[in-house]
């Protein structure tokens, strides 16, 4: 059976989203969707002795929230998909200790969360899996001194940055119809591009290229327009990049002025001295858990796209003069 | 269409592997395995300044060589998946700013490249791909020095230690029954096993352990035996890895001890001091580019398991006190 449309877009005739679960951090909860988020700590140590250890236990609290949420036994998982921020993504490995179900550990940065839903689309539509978990998150205090400076440094940041999200989401799909929120119905993997940005502070200026060659290629593959969603999502560009992107997909003929929400932008109030709003991969795993699956079982959203963005750097690479490679998978999901 | 078996197993009915290519280090060219890759390099900084930049060109000259003696155009490969053990996975992300393919990033340790086929095998089984690389590898260089100690400091090795071999194996993966080497059959996830070893030398032991909970399963799913199979080949883990795997699955009623192989334990001579042999996400994409897919082609094999095992530990991890949690993935390849 051919599941392919035009040259990289991928169809599914059977994915449902039967829940999601978004936990946030203290910061996010002060932030512009404070009141929509499942659960927020209230303390980003989370009763643990190392913020890599709270994150851990984001990732466990998660997956344990979508599965008490939505009254879903935890053998009922066949897999679980997904990654985080942290050097060898041991903060999902670690979390996966506790559970039975098999293990893909997947790394696109910000971008991991909207990979874990396309391959988690493919397991489920292909017949492989009857249910799975796909889920990733960030921790500012992790995130902060691993790729940048230490937290006690109190270095001053640059106004095109943006701030890592602390928070976990998790989205359980099945390939049972009678329990969805709302279906993954089309998707595109992106590919990785480059136009050769060396600044590591200004991720949105660096990843708006990749946004705009996956959905620039995902209108083309379905004959599909901007006009056909109620909204638009990108991953995390940020303000800044968010700008970029409208300006870039102008030159190829498509107008998402009206459209385009960015999950980093709309994170933070502006008094939060965010500068550019979110990044992270909790980003797109927030926003989607939460604002955007309410807006769903409200009625108020019939067809999305969420197209999650990453930037492939490491310290290393930038250390060794290279720029910076992005990527962006997108997802199609309709009521 | 249901192609699960049993509670973990899924069935492939149309995954075919065209062609393998093992791009070595020097030290694994002297190797017991030194005749049989596709490529050597007489230096490993492989003519670039950093040994990180000369294992992201292993990667381009992997995905290029197994294009080229497959006789295959790039623009046919619609996406690529894998992973490596830097930070980040840098070496396969900024290998793909030279592909125009999709990419899926990848993390699953040394069982990165397990974890590459078995997803890639559901893409193209389920019609979601017509040709798809596979691909991980590993520098001995970069991660002595970013998992271990700086390589000028001369640290004595555990006699328990492996050795990080270099090299890169890259496998197409085709929906086009007219070009097989072999088919992959069968595939099974692994999930997280942690039985609480502490000594980060000793992978070996933390590994066995979950390769023999993967394989046990996939022979309880499938109804499959030792017996059925020309050879079983694990991942790597090492000489005193693979008597553990020998002495633990025999308690759950499975013969390995004349079947087993393990991709690490073969890659090395005596003489080369590795001790335990080789270990790193390079080794069994190394064994099954070359040695394997080689013995399908001269008819010596009909049909192997391979289990690629990973250890989901980071130093950071290791310096917060946490044992070490593994990971198996395990395929079934015919002729």
Same mark, same amino acid.
Request: hydrophobic share 40%; net charge positive; with cysteine.
């Given at each position: 059976m051919?599941?392919?449309?035009?040259?990289?877009?991928?169809?599914?005739d059977n994915v449902n989203v039967k829940e999601g679960f978004a936990l946030a951090g203290p910061k996010e909860q002060q932030g512009n969707l404070g009141n929509v988020f499942d659960m927020c700590l209230e303390n980003d140590k989370f009763g643990e002795k190392s913020f890599e250890k709270a994150e851990c236990k984001m990732?466990?609290?998660?997956?344990?929230?979508?599965?008490?949420?939505?009254?879903?036994?935890? @053998?009922?998982?066949?897999?679980?998909?997904?990654?985080?921020?942290?050097?060898?993504?041991?903060s999902v490995s670690f979390a996966m200790r506790a559970y039975e179900s098999s293990f893909f550990g997947l790394y696109n940065a910000c971008g991991t969360f909207a990979e874990s839903l396309l391959l988690g689309s493919c397991l489920i539509d292909g017949g492989y899996k009857d249910k799975v978990i796909c889920i990733s998150g960030s921790h500012f205090s992790t995130a902060e001194r691993q790729y940048r400076y230490p937290l006690e440094l109190g270095v001053l940041r640059?106004?095109?940055t943006q701030w890592t999200a602390t928070g976990a989401g998790a989205s359980i799909l099945s390939n049972d119809t009678t329990e969805a929120v709302c279906r993954i119905t089309r998707g595109i993997a992106g590919r990785v591009i480059d136009l050769g940005i060396k600044d590591v502070n200004n991720m949105g200026a660096a990843m708006a290229p990749a946004a705009c060659d996956t959905l620039t290629q995902f209108f083309k593959d379905t004959g599909s327009s901007p006009d056909d969603y109620n909204k638009i999502f990108t991953g995390d560009l940020g303000k800044l990049?968010?700008?970029?992107?409208?300006?870039?997909?102008?030159? @190829?003929?498509?107008?998402?002025?009206d459209k385009l929400e960015d999950c980093g932008a709309m994170l933070y109030t502006d008094?939060?001295?965010?500068?550019?709003?979110?990044?992270?991969?909790?980003?797109? #795993?927030?926003?989607?858990?939460?604002?955007?699956? &309410? &807006?769903?079982?409200?009625?108020?959203?019939?067809?999305?796209?969420? #197209?999650?963005?990453? #930037?492939?750097?490491?310290p290393l690479t930038s250390f060794q003069g290279e720029s910076v490679p992005c990527i962006a998978h997108c997802l199609e999901v309709c009521k």
């Open positions: 051919n599941k392919k449309l035009g040259s990289q877009t991928l169809i599914f990732f466990k609290t998660a997956i344990d929230g979508v599965l008490q949420k939505s009254n879903t036994p935890v @053998n009922a998982i066949d897999s679980v998909l997904g990654g985080d921020l942290l050097n060898q993504i041991v640059s106004p095109v990049g968010k700008k970029i992107l409208i300006d870039l997909i102008k030159e @190829n003929g498509f107008d998402l002025s008094k939060q001295q965010t500068y550019q709003g979110g990044s992270g991969a909790a980003c797109s #795993a927030l926003v989607f858990n939460s604002f955007i699956l &309410n &807006n769903f079982k409200s009625g108020n959203y019939k067809k999305i796209l969420l #197209a999650g963005t990453g #930037a492939l750097l490491s």
